[in-house]
């Protein structure tokens, strides 16, 4: 799971992530992007999830949710919820009930979090822009993303696909040193959403006979 969540949020933030390598066509339609994602006060994303392994001729699909506000986020993905307070975050697992809990201040200084990614310029990735299509009517920018230290990470390549009309994402597909393929849809993006601090904060009342784990 670690792989997918880890996957999940450098498809909705690789834009972000610019380095001094840049390909400036490519950095002009990032730029856009990030300044327009900036600008919301919180965001909520529902997304689509296709996992494909080397030996396996039928993917994995499934669905995603993820709220942003601050330094807060919500995740709901693979039969597991994801909430970080801005101090603790707590991941509870439906399948055997346990909510494992750790502190923000325990995470890797260079970790990748929907909250750290604003802020993330400097770090990671060299850009190349691709190409231009046309999918369902829209234009999309193709943008591969590689990382700069590739020994140290579990993947070799993020391509987006960039709606620049209206400056969003609309796809990223990660591709795994193993051979894997996760690809990440953009269904809908909702900016500026009212959220209240406590669809952050883990509840263990609302999860009866929860085994928590620190």
């Known amino acids: 799971m670690k792989t997918s969540v880890f996957s999940l949020l450098l498809a909705f933030t690789a834009v972000l992530s610019l380095n001094a390598q840049v390909d400036p066509k490519a950095k002009a339609v990032l730029d856009k992007v990030s300044a327009k994602v900036k600008g919301y006060t919180s965001y909520k994303v ?4 296709e996992l494909a392994m080397p030996n396996s001729q039928t993917p994995q699909k499934k ?8 330094d807060k986020y919500y995740l709901s993905f693979a039969g597991q919820e994801i909430f970080c307070d801005g101090k603790n975050i707590t991941t509870y697992n439906k399948a055997n009930n346990e909510a494992n809990v750790e502190s923000t201040d325990d995470q890797e200084e260079d970790a ?7 802020t993330l ?3 990671g990735f060299k850009q190349k822009w691709v190409k231009e ?3 369902g009517g829209k234009k999309l920018t193709v943008i591969d993303l590689y990382p700069l230290e590739p020994k140290k990470k579990d993947f ?3 391509t987006i696909y960039i709606d620049e009309a209206g400056s969003t994402v609309k796809k990223a597909v990660v591709k795994g040193r193993n051979g894997s393929t996760y690809t990440y849809t953009v269904k ?3 900016p500026n959403v009212s959220v209240t601090d406590a669809t952050f904060t883990f509840d263990k009342t609302k999860f ?5 784990i620190k």
Do not use: A, Q, R
């Open 46 to 49: 529902s997304f689509s999830y």
């Open 63 to 70: 669905e995603g949710e993820l709220t942003v506000k601050g």
């Open 112 to 118: 990748i979090t929907p909250t750290t990614i604003l």
């Open 121 to 123: 310029h400097e770090k």
């Open 133 to 135: 299509e046309t999918t």
């Open 156 to 158: 070799t390549i993020v």
């Open 188 to 190: 809908l993006l909702t």
């Open 208 to 212: 009866p006979g929860v085994k928590v």
